[in-house]
């Protein structure tokens, strides 16, 4: 299928036990096997809600979404701590901040690098964002990305928590050489698609 073709046509359903996911494969088998084998189980149970990317009739790809907070000792020093510090007069660092959680995020590998990850990526961060200012008071989205990830999720504003600098800037390369699957935690701010 055409990537130009699938960035135009592409919408989200969400999943249910009558779609065929039995093509799918993407480059991690364990979030293959989360879609296939865990991801229904799991909102069945209200643990997460997954959302197929699809095509027509075929699953591009696939997010899995949940509530989470991140603390405000972990939002990076600059404008936004200091905007939510100043504005809701908090004084302690362990105070938790609501948030969207992406739990999952992977395509098909038949459709990656080529920026429809991308544009998938915008394309749910500008929901959230629509769900924040419409429905429910949040104002980060946060995603323990794996490491072979972690470039792609950069490139998309996300930050990755203070505490991991010194890892990636000295061996993220290594990590992700020996360890593909070791997990960071970044966020966005919404507001930066403002």
Sequence with gaps: MDIDYIKENYRFETLNGKHDLSDFKCESDDLTDFLKDDALTQQKSKLSLTKLVMCDDTVVGYVSLLTDTILLKDIREGDT?????????????KRKLPAIKIGRLALDEKYT??????????????????????????????????ARAYKFYTRNNFINLKKDDDKIKEKLDIIIEKDPEKTFYLYIDLRVLE
């Design 81 to 93: 701590k200091h905007d939510i510090k100043d504005q809701l007069n908090i004084t302690s660092k």
């Design 113 to 146: 690098r080529n920026g429809l990850g991308s544009e998938i990526l915008m394309s749910i961060l500008f929901n959230v964002k629509n769900i924040a200012e419409n429905n429910v008071g949040l104002r980060f989205v946060t995603v323990e990305g794996y």
